[in-house]
């Protein structure tokens, strides 16, 4: 579904040959467009909490006697920013994931300037190599919000990540490559995410053997994609599940209470991750 900036002319028109479709996709657009811009307001005002890297802190011993709640027990999980962007867009998606008891969360940042996401793939494995070794995990999970999605992909895919890597959840990552914002090329790795980018190439290319498992969310407003679909995960060789989220934007994904929820069932549960994926997320 395309909306263009056309559309509110001819709104009053439509609305009379096609009243009941074209008013629910108004409000639901409308709806979209003002979390994404409370979203964005709100980003700017976190965005310098998460310029520098997170600390690092050892677990806390547990007092003798205390009682011991019930926790998931799956790897650590490794959350990975968008394109100029940085940790503290997962400040939400982090408290979630920790008030249902993943302590185990870590934020990463990479460079604003970085310039080629292989090589933010390799910055990314080493990270992640030196997480398994602090924590005496033998792997990880890792959340991906757009751009740093196809960093974690291309880590697994193509680096001999999926050794260390047990599942990658994507929002709104251009899997397939995106044609939004043509005006972007000017940065090389919005280049790297075109469809015809040797690094897209490469992740279309085979993969035998892969041994992590992709979940992606994909939005049916998501400004970004272009077309909608190239944030699904479309690979003959890969254990790959598609979810679509209808109802909110790009921004929106890593943010949103209902995503959350989905991206908890997607690493707790793979048999609740696969009822998800059929009926979708509805959350206008």
Known sequence: MKVTGVLPLFLPICRRLWPGRLAS??????????????????HVLLYPTGLTQERRQADLPVPSGAARLPVPTGPPVVLLHGFIDNRSV?????????????????SLNYSPLTCDIRTAAELL???????????????VDIVGHSLGGLIARYYAQCLGGDARV???????????????????NAHPIVRQMRPD????????????????RFVSFW??????????????????????????????????????????????????????????????????
Do not use: W, Y
Request: proline fraction near 6%.
């Open 25 to 42: 996709v108004s409000v639901t657009l409308v709806k979209a467009t003002a979390l994404e811009a409370a979203i964005l307001a709100g």
């Open 90 to 106: 997962f400040v939400l998606l982090r408290r979630s994931l920790a008030q249902h008891g993943r302590q185990r969360v870590e």
């Open 125 to 139: 494995g080493r990270h992640v190599e030196e997480i398994c070794e602090r924590t005496g995990s033998a792997q």
């Open 166 to 184: 047990r599942t990658v959840v994507t929002l709104g990552t251009p899997h397939s490559g995106t044609r939004a914002v043509p005006l972007a």
């Open 197 to 212: 980018s040797p690094v897209i190439e490469e992740l279309a290319g085979p993969a035998p053997g892969c041994r992590t």
């Open 219 to 284: 939005s049916d407003l998501d400004s970004v994609m272009a077309p909608l679909e190239a944030a699904c995960v479309d690979h003959p060789d890969l254990e790959a599940h598609n979810i679509r989220v209808s109802g909110i934007g790009h921004l929106a994904l890593p943010v949103h209470p209902a995503v959350a929820a989905g991206i908890r069932e997607a690493l707790d549960s793979e048999s609740a991750m696969k009822r998800q994926e059929g009926g979708g997320l509805t959350v206008a």
